[in-house]
């Protein structure tokens, strides 16, 4: 009887749509999407209406109207409720997601410098939906107080490990165009997966702006550091040993090999050097390392004094990796992870060429690295942290 119950649904659904036409279409999408929503709570609350279950765990509490903006025009849907609260349908938070994603397409041209009027022409000839240039500028100004949320955002889990990089971008300001630097901060937490912590714009990696960086996580909660891996840089180096002084550092393995390179004096010994510093880091624990090391060092003192004396000093610093889980080792030896990441914004962001402003640098940025960071979070473990 039910399941002819919904037969007849469908068939006077079918008939409604074959009489009134796509003006229907509206009504449609509404009575389909309640109807998810309807039975996604029945699953939630791991029971049908009126029906006793040992495994219920909430209770239906009716429904609240909700009207969204579509393609098709404004529609009214029926959220369903329940007494304890905590439950939204992805039924509609799918849909919330994809109004989201036009209005990050927007913004993106936005801050491609592309005008107003333009922008409404590409959003009506693709999605049929006049767009003026008041929603355009609204549509930044909202997206900007949410990234701004997402940015700002309490640190409340433990971070084992720390990876700092940045990167740069042009930026238009004051009418010139300059390269603007992209702070970024990304953890692995105490559960294995990583997330991005914070990113910022500025004019340079000089010290002062990387130490305003690096306190500000601190104020939002940062905790629970062993280790950061990063590439050397002078200002970077200064804020990490004032703000985080205490804590290890792993100098990239990989930027340290390349490094070397500008110490070898002929062509001819550029693979034997590369060849020598992968067995150093590649060596089974810190005291073979150690020793390979100071091996190299003495075969070079007369060959290239200015490569040994460079080496005593340096690849020590690509060598903490070795006082932590050998598990970890290919993980936080070298910023890979992070550069594979800057790949991606680049890919992105050479779409933009020349950002207009600081503004809409931060904007693009910030969305494409919350998005990442979402994905990571609900995504599968990055790191098993055991006994680090």
Known sequence: MAQRGEYTVSEALLSKLVGEGLKFLPELVRILVNLAMQLEREEYVRAKPYERTPERRDYANGFKP????????????????????????SALAKGMRSERALHLAL???????????????????????????????????????????????PL?????????????????????????????????????????????????????????????????????????ISDDHAGLRAARKAVFGGIPWQRCQFHLQRNAQAYVPSK????????RIRTIF???????????????????????PKLAAWMETNVPEGLTVFDFPRGHWRRIRTTNMVERLNREIRRRTRVASIFPNEDSCLRLITALLMETSEAWVTGRVYLSITDT
């Open 66 to 89: 909700k009207t969204v903006k579509t393609r098709l025009g404004p529609i009214t849907f029926a959220i369903p409720q329940v007494r304890g609260g905590g439950f939204y349908p």
């Open 107 to 153: 913004a993106e041209m936005y801050v491609q410098g592309v005008s107003t009027r333009k922008v409404s022409e590409i959003v009506e000839r693709l999605f049929g939906v006049e767009v003026s240039s008041a929603q355009v500028s609204k549509a930044a100004a909202d997206m900007d107080e949410v990234l701004a949320q997402w940015r700002e955002r």
């Open 156 to 228: 409340t889990q433990g971070y084992v490990y720390l990876y700092l990089d940045a990167r740069y971008e042009q930026v238009r300001v004051n009418g010139r165009v300059q390269d603007m630097a992209v702070l970024m901060a990304i953890g692995v937490r105490e559960d294995g997966k990583r997330e991005v912590l914070g990113v910022s714009v500025s004019f340079s990696e000089h010290e002062v702006h990387w130490r305003t960086f690096l306190q500000g996580l601190l104020k939002r909660g940062l905790r629970g550091v062993r280790l950061i």
């Open 268 to 275: 001819g010994m550029q693979k034997e050097v590369a060849a």
């Open 282 to 304: 590649q060596a089974p624990d810190r005291a073979t390392a150690e020793r390979y090391l100071a091996e190299a060092v003495e075969a070079y003192q007369k060959r290239a």
